[in-house]
Structure formats: structure tokens, C-alpha cells
């Protein structure tokens, strides 16, 4: 067992490090020894692999790297410029790092024991929806992905022929896995929040395949999603016509869950994927929630803390460990509220304090304590002792709330209906904000999205799941303060925590707690 667990581990490593030895190693082109010789690269583009790179120049540690999604198939893994004499681009090509990414799920699960779970058979028109679904999220983007695709005009009906072809085939290959698989996905999500499945910076979720695919089975067969579904699309429609002028953001805010333009296109194709996502994952958590082990959970929640905790340390000082993270989870580092420990490591609040709540919750019903619980009890003591980083990080909050309803300037309707989800763009480019605020809060997020009403439905659907929790006074105080946690951050935003915050709702409400 333990050897089978080694020899897994060796070729998970290996299939993260593989890509970056891509090169021709039988030719006679090698890498110069002397870090300022940029001729050299400037003459060879795409010629020498990253790996090889960092052998042969010692001072590699000098230097900033970073991603070239704008780079031709070949030239992924390898050095494709230098961007000056601080900064070097390695090619990422969309394409490229998509199919990568889908081997590395394949191979992660292939690893599992399989067991088919869904009586359902891979429906081909579904999977044929859900290609059309994406093709239209990358064509109402399609402005921000003119420097990310390589000969591939965002402008042109064949880039998205092509998109559509692609997203088709690699999503029969995931469906087709997930449907042996799914029954060890519930218990190693804790690892999306290493390997956040977004490609590229783009807005193209490796795992939202999935969940979307559920989202278009959880409207067929359930009457009452299919009702909600049909209301739903009557708000869209008020949100599409209100989208009446464009606004276009450089950056993106949250990679994978968030659109970077604002106009009729974009909220009308990014409200029907925000539906659609949240069905699906409500499917996914209801299918697979009779096979949620705490302990399997937390055993790898807390290898993925020990990671995040060793990367957050080394990410400024080993250039490859932070090119690294940001390759494999790109979110916006600028989007995230860090709790920092004594000036040693920083670390992300969301989970930081997710990882505390679904410790204690667990260890107040059982009253019992594993192996797997010593990390979330360290974990607690520093936080106790480092109470003025929690001070500091309630404030950051109430900072930033006030500074969004001092550009938060909408129109009655927008209030009243808010201006659709997964958009920040109207919300900057109205009230002429020269910066981004670093952090855009659930309770916030949600009034700019859905406004007033959406906030109302919300409240009647709080007030229904708590009024089932009331018999049990320690699920009703973690429910709470689960949500309490949830509300304060960006977990609306960010599709890893949003995925983990569902599974925990519903884990929370159920009457047994397997151990």
C-alpha cells in the first residue's frame, strides 16, 4: 500500500515537472551560462525548455517568470523571450496548457478504483450544450482573448468552430471519468484549491466542465430546477436589455468566474452559465455526499494546507515555486485577504478559517479527535495567540465594504434587480475607479448581482434551511457561522472555496457525520 502510494506520488510529480523539459535535446543550440546574454534568446525564441534554463544559469533565482499564453503549440514549456532584463516568458499555449491539464485530472482519477455510480449513460447532446455554452463564453470575452490564443482570431467563426470541437471532445473524456470516478472527487476537493483548473488565465474551468454538464441534467429531470430555471432566465432577460453600452476590463478579476466584459453578450451567456453552475453543483454534492469521510477529507485538506503554507513561504524567494502556483491556480493574488502568522508565512483567510470551522463542527458532534485533526487544532492556538492579524483582517473588511458603496452608484432597477452575476466591469468603468478593490465581499458581490430582490429571495431561502437546523443548537451555531464566514469573503467569486462552502452546507444540515 504504502509503495503503491509512493510510486503514485513520483508520477504525480513527474507529470507537473514534464512539461517544462520540453525541448530538442539532439540539436546543437545550448543555452548560454551567462544570464546577460539576451541576444542569444532573441535569436532562439522557443528553443531552450525552462528546465534547461535553470541548469545552465545559475543566477535563474534573479529572475521573474512568467507565463506567455500568447506562444505558438511548440513552444510551450520553453523560454519564448526575454521581456527585459528582469523578466522571462515561458510559453503557456492555451490549447496546449488545456490538454495538459485534462491528462493530469485523467491520470489523478484514473489512479482511483473505479465504480459507476450514475445509471445514466454520457448523453452527446448534453455534452453538445454544454460546448455550445462555453464556445459563447469565450465569444462574449472574446475582446480579451485577442493577446491570449495563438493564430486564432477571437474575431473569425472558424476560432470558434474549433473552440466548440475541442471543448466537445475533452468533455466526453471527462464526463466518461467522472462517472466511474465521482465517488472519490467529493473527498479530494480540498485539492482544487492548489489545482484551481483554470487555464491560462482564461476563463475556461477545467472542473466547471463537469459541474455544468450536471447543471444541464439537474434542468431536464428535476421539475422544480427546471421551474427556477425558466424564472431565472425572465430576470436574465431584464439584465441583458439593461446591458446597453460596453465596458471592457484589462484584467481579470477571477479567472474562470468572472467576465471580463460588460454587454449584451456577456450577461446574458454568463447568467445562464451562473445558473447552470449552481444546479450542477448542488447535483454534485446531493449524488456524491454518501461518500464524504471526514477523515479522508481533512487528511487531504491538510496536505493541501501544508503545501499552500510551504509555497507561500518560498513563492518570493524560488521564482520556479511561484511561476509554479501561478500556472496551476491562477487566480489573482491581489483578490485575497492574507492572515499573516507572526510575520513568518501568509496565508489565505477564506481557507484558514474554513479549515478551523469544519474542524470544530466536527469535533463538537463526535466530541472524538483523529490524526488528521492536530494541524486545525495548531492552527487555532496561532490564530488565538496572533489575535491582532484577525483584528486586522475583520477591519480590512469593513474597509473595503465602505469603499464599494462609494462607487457602488446604480439605477433603481440595478438596485432593485441588481445588473446580473459574475460581472465587475460596469461597477469600475461607471464610477471611473483607477483601481480594483482587492477584495470583493459575498454580501457585496451579491447586492451588485442580484440587488435588492435577489437579496430577499435569499433571506426567505436562510430563513427555510435554518428553521430545519433549529432542533440541534450546535448545527444551527456552525450553520451559522458558516455562513457567517462565507458571507465576509469572496467565496461567491472564487469557484474552488464556492464548491467546498456547498458540500458543507449540506454536511452540516445532514442528521449522521461519517467519520
Known sequence: MKFKITKNFILIVLLVLAPWFNANYFDNIKPPTNTENYEFYE??????????????????????LESDNYSSILCFGRISQFKDSKT????????????????????????????????????????????????????SDRKFYVTKFYFLDPFKFRTYVLIFIFVFL?????????????????????????????????????????????GIESISLNRD?????????????????????????????????????????????????????????YKFVLDNINFFSYKEFMKNFSTVVSLIIFM?????????????????????????????FFDLFRFDERILFLFIIIFLFKFVITRKLQGVDYLPILFIFLTAVNYSSFISTIHNKYDLTKEFFKIY??????????????????????????????????LTSFLLFFGFLGGIVLLIFLLNYFKNNLLNKD???????????????????????????????IVFKNESFIS
Request: a neutral charge; aromatic letters at 22%.
Open 475 to 505: 448545527r444551527l451555531f456552525f450553520t451559522i457561522l458558516l455562513f457567517a464566514n462565507f458571507a465576509i469573503s469572496d467565496t461567491i467569486n472564487y469557484l474552488p472555496i464556492f464548491l467546498i462552502y456547498v458540500l458543507f452546507f
Open 409 to 442: 452608484n446604480p439605477t433603481f432597477l440595478e438596485f432593485f434587480l441588481g445588473s446580473g452575476p459574475l460581472n465587475f466591469n460596469q461597477l469600475y468603468i461607471e464610477s471611473n475607479y483607477q483601481i480594483t478593490l482587492n477584495q470583493h465581499l459575498f
Open 225 to 281: 430546477h427546471l421551474r427556477i430555471f425558466k424564472i431565472y432566465m425572465l430576470v436574465n432577460c431584464l439584465w441583458t436589455l439593461n446591458a446597453r453600452d460596453i465596458y471592457i476590463l484589462e484584467k481579470n478579476i477571477y479567472p474562470g468566474f468572472s467576465g471580463t466584459s460588460y454587454d449584451f453578450y456577456s450577461i446574458f451567456i454568463y447568467s445562464i452559465f451562473f445558473i447552470v453552475f449552481l444546479l450542477g453543483t
Open 170 to 214: 475533452i468533455s466526453i473524456l471527462l464526463i466518461e471519468v467522472y462517472q466511474n470516478k465521482q465517488h472519490h472527487l467529493i473527498n479530494l476537493l480540498p485539492y482544487v484549491l492548489l489545482f484551481s483548473g483554470v487555464v491560462s488565465e482564461s476563463n475556461l474551468n477545467i472542473f466547471s466542465i463537469i459541474i455544468i454538464y450536471l
Open 43 to 64: 535569436a532562439n525564441p522557443c528553443k531552450i525548455s525552462l528546465f534547461e534554463f535553470i541548469y545552465s544559469n545559475k543566477e535563474f533565482l534573479n529572475f521573474e
Open 312 to 340: 507561500n513561504i518560498f513563492n518570493s524567494k524560488i521564482n520556479i515555486i511561484g511561476f509554479f502556483n501561478k500556472f496551476y491556480n491562477p487566480q489573482n493574488t491581489e483578490s485575497i485577504i492574507y492572515y499573516d
Open 88 to 139: 522571462i516568458s515561458i510559453g503557456t499555449n492555451f490549447l496546449m496548457s488545456t490538454t495538459f491539464y485534462m491528462l493530469f485530472i485523467i491520470f489523478l482519477l484514473n489512479s482511483k478504483k473505479s465504480m459507476k455510480v450514475l445509471k445514466l449513460q454520457t448523453n452527446y447532446f448534453k455534452i453538445s450544450y454544454l460546448s455550445l455554452l462555453f464556445t459563447l463564453l469565450f465569444f
